[in-house]
């Protein structure tokens, strides 16, 4: 599977006993069956001396990921358990028993109908991916070019904008495309859907900053009247594809263009109904295809971002030897969450104007609208008084408590309920606020009923406090 790079559902099953184990491109990311899942979902059925499986390639893959771990190192620790199935060479003994042979044909026969994504100069595409130099390979961190759309604001000057009363005008006019900022050193963007704010990005030339703080930086360089901005309007599809562009995960990287048939690459992730992006690096130029459910959306390039319905304008770029692909994608399509406007506007201080602003008159009536927000804050503490009222809570206790609790029930994602908490107010009623929070937002790969039961434990936690 993995050296196949295979999508979709391996069943196993030994008589009564039957175990299913998913795979994207190749990773296995969950496994369940007989009562467990995980590794241990996996450790069993290596054990089996005999049984038969099938491989569905069509079948809709789950949002649990009960695995990050590879299968060389999952097959590993089965050798070290003693696990009978995990042979010295990281396969399964069993495989090559003359048992499961019959079932063994059905397993090529999707292989059959895929079109060959590498192509007959494969072979040395190893050898060239082994040694792949520093410069080569991707920046750790990047703001992708994106697309443009129906252009609704153009060059406006940062000195001349309220930029909280922008940031309402959209949310008001439900726009669903982003506000992009360009400086002389620095690049922003702020992502709407359907006139909600769904993530914010940054770039500052080391690293590139999202969230919270992406917003900060893009409010502080307005607010000291620093570049211009743009507001694009996108359709709900693309600004989806997005978001998804920035923040996939990579799924297949490094590969490099002259190894590989591009055309029959996207082909496949068509037929594989991906969500996701195709990413081409020339050496002076980037085109990204864009796909929902395998269709595409769009093609662009940073040179021509008008998207096309033809992916040439990408695929051409591969001419180049020294053009390298790669491919992110998620399992299943999720409408962006939200985020506060308000809530950010509040979070984020304005930075007073500086002394080359041109029209001074216009930077001292931008302090003003923080004024009122400063005033709505100000009996923040009055609320606070009734703390003595409240039980004598070991807050940094608690709170790490909490943050060991996310970690438990949702390992590697747990980050975005562990931001929630670290910006929660230092009483029960925020922190119960918070918790509700958790049961409703919505996680990447997480099944809802896992947060919906995380958020259960926690109010048991908090109400043992009380």
Same mark, same amino acid.
């Given at each position: 599977m993995q050296a196949q790079r295979a999508t979709g559902t391996l069943q196993v099953r030994n008589g009564g006993e039957a175990f299913s184990l998913f795979f994207l491109f190749g990773h296995l990311f969950h496994a369940y069956g007989n009562g467990s899942q995980g590794e241990e979902a996996v450790f069993e059925p290596l054990a089996w001396r005999q049984g038969?499986?099938?491989?569905?390639?069509?079948?809709?893959?789950?949002?649990?990921? %009960?695995? %990050?771990?590879?299968? =060389? /190192?999952?097959?590993?620790?089965?050798?070290?358990? @003693?696990?009978?199935?995990?042979? /010295?060479?990281g396969t399964v003994a069993a495989a090559t028993r003359p048992a499961p042979a019959p079932a063994a044909q059905p397993a090529p026969q999707p292989q059959v109908n895929e079109r060959p994504v590498v192509s007959q100069q494969q072979p040395p595409a190893p050898t060239a991916q082994a040694q792949p130099t520093p410069e080569d390979g991707p920046p750790a961190t990047e703001l992708y070019p994106l697309p443009v759309g129906k252009l609704v604001y153009e060059s406006l000057k940062t000195a001349f904008v309220d930029f909280p009363k922008l940031l309402r005008s959209l949310s008001s006019d439900h726009l669903t495309g982003y506000l #992009?900022? %360009? @400086?002389?050193?620095?690049r922003g963007m702020i992502l709407f859907y359907q006139g909600s704010l769904i993530e914010s990005f940054y770039d500052g @030339?080391?690293?590139?900053?999202?969230?919270?703080?992406?917003?900060?930086?893009?409010?502080n360089d307005v607010d000291r009247g620093e570049g211009s901005m743009d507001v +694009?309007?996108?359709? =709900?599809?693309?600004?989806?594809? +997005?978001?998804?562009?920035? %923040?996939?995960?990579? +799924? &297949?990287? @490094? &590969?490099?263009?002259r190894f590989v048939d591009v055309r029959? &690459?996207?082909?496949?992730?068509?037929e594989e109904k991906i969500h996701g992006s195709l990413l081409v690096r020339a050496p002076d130029e980037m085109g990204i295809v864009l796909l929902r459910d395998g269709a595409l959306l769009g093609a662009f390039t940073r040179g021509q971002p008008q998207l096309m319905q033809d992916p040439e304008i990408v695929t051409r770029l591969c001419a180049d030897a020294k053009t390298r692909i790669e491919v992110k994608a998620v399992? /299943?399509?999720?409408?962006?969450?939200?985020?506060?406007?308000?809530? *950010?506007?509040? *979070?984020?201080?304005?930075?007073?104007?500086?002394?080359? #602003?041109?029209?001074?008159?216009?930077?001292?009536?931008a302090p003003a609208p923080a004024a009122p927000r400063a005033q709505n804050y100000q009996p923040a503490p009055a609320p606070a008084a009734p703390a003595s009222n409240e039980p004598d809570i070991d807050w940094p206790a608690l709170m790490s408590q909490l943050n060991q609790m996310a970690d438990a029930a949702l390992q590697n994602r747990s980050k975005k309920v562990k931001e929630m908490l670290a910006s929660t107010e230092h009483n029960l009623d925020g922190l119960d606020r918070t918790i509700d929070r958790i049961s409703q937002t919505s996680i990447m790969f997480v099944d809802p009923a896992r947060l919906t039961n995380l958020a259960n434990e926690m109010r048991q936690l908090v109400e043992e406090q009380r």
């Amino acid at each position: 599977m993995q050296a196949q790079r295979a999508t979709g559902t391996l069943q196993v099953r030994n008589g009564g006993e039957a175990f299913s184990l998913f795979f994207l491109f190749g990773h296995l990311f969950h496994a369940y069956g007989n009562g467990s899942q995980g590794e241990e979902a996996v450790f069993e059925p290596l054990a089996w001396r005999q049984g038969d499986y099938t491989f569905d390639p069509k079948s809709k893959l789950p949002t649990e990921e %009960t695995i %990050t771990a590879p299968t =060389a /190192d999952i097959l590993a620790e089965a050798k070290r358990r @003693g696990v009978p199935g995990a042979s /010295d060479n990281g396969t399964v003994a069993a495989a090559t028993r003359p048992a499961p042979a019959p079932a063994a044909q059905p397993a090529p026969q999707p292989q059959v109908n895929e079109r060959p994504v590498v192509s007959q100069q494969q072979p040395p595409a190893p050898t060239a991916q082994a040694q792949p130099t520093p410069e080569d390979g991707p920046p750790a961190t990047e703001l992708y070019p994106l697309p443009v759309g129906k252009l609704v604001y153009e060059s406006l000057k940062t000195a001349f904008v309220d930029f909280p009363k922008l940031l309402r005008s959209l949310s008001s006019d439900h726009l669903t495309g982003y506000l #992009r900022l %360009t @400086g002389a050193a620095s690049r922003g963007m702020i992502l709407f859907y359907q006139g909600s704010l769904i993530e914010s990005f940054y770039d500052g @030339g080391a690293v590139v900053s999202t969230g919270r703080t992406a917003f900060s930086l893009f409010k502080n360089d307005v607010d000291r009247g620093e570049g211009s901005m743009d507001v +694009i309007e996108l359709s =709900a599809e693309v600004v989806t594809a +997005i978001y998804q562009l920035l %923040t996939a995960p990579t +799924i &297949l990287q @490094g &590969l490099l263009a002259r190894f590989v048939d591009v055309r029959a &690459l996207l082909a496949y992730l068509q037929e594989e109904k991906i969500h996701g992006s195709l990413l081409v690096r020339a050496p002076d130029e980037m085109g990204i295809v864009l796909l929902r459910d395998g269709a595409l959306l769009g093609a662009f390039t940073r040179g021509q971002p008008q998207l096309m319905q033809d992916p040439e304008i990408v695929t051409r770029l591969c001419a180049d030897a020294k053009t390298r692909i790669e491919v992110k994608a998620v399992a /299943d399509l999720e409408e962006p969450e939200s985020v506060s406007l308000e809530e *950010m506007l509040a *979070m984020t201080p304005s930075v007073p104007a500086t002394t080359y #602003r041109p029209a001074p008159a216009q930077p001292a009536a931008a302090p003003a609208p923080a004024a009122p927000r400063a005033q709505n804050y100000q009996p923040a503490p009055a609320p606070a008084a009734p703390a003595s009222n409240e039980p004598d809570i070991d807050w940094p206790a608690l709170m790490s408590q909490l943050n060991q609790m996310a970690d438990a029930a949702l390992q590697n994602r747990s980050k975005k309920v562990k931001e929630m908490l670290a910006s929660t107010e230092h009483n029960l009623d925020g922190l119960d606020r918070t918790i509700d929070r958790i049961s409703q937002t919505s996680i990447m790969f997480v099944d809802p009923a896992r947060l919906t039961n995380l958020a259960n434990e926690m109010r048991q936690l908090v109400e043992e406090q009380r």
